[in-house]
């Protein structure tokens, strides 16, 4: 039986590591140093970020394995998403601020 839930833990614990996207704004090149171009690249692939987060979280397959299986896992699914969307979103602000500030062309 402790095999048995051992197991189960160990797989809600694999399957939430894979739930939510992963994004660190940390690790991203400053926005002062950054040419028009790869503001416009970042752009793109926060976009890209933002519709993964939002595509798990709510009621998405995740969550309702998560509730069927392992319920604090869509809790933590849901924060893990919130917090991305959230950093993404801040970043998102931040770029764009400097992409008017460069006068970088908008498309």
Known sequence: ????VAGLLLLASLTLASCAPK???ATQKPVAEMSCTEIK???VKLAKV???ANSKSGVSKENV???LFFWPGAVVNEMDNRDVIAKVEARTAELT???SAKSCPAN
């Open 41 to 43: 690249d970042e752009l």
């Open 65 to 67: 394995l998560f509730v």
């Open 97 to 99: 601020k400097a992409q």
């Open 1 to 4: 039986m402790k095999k048995v």
């Open 50 to 52: 933002r519709e993964e």
């Open 23 to 25: 994004y660190s704004a």
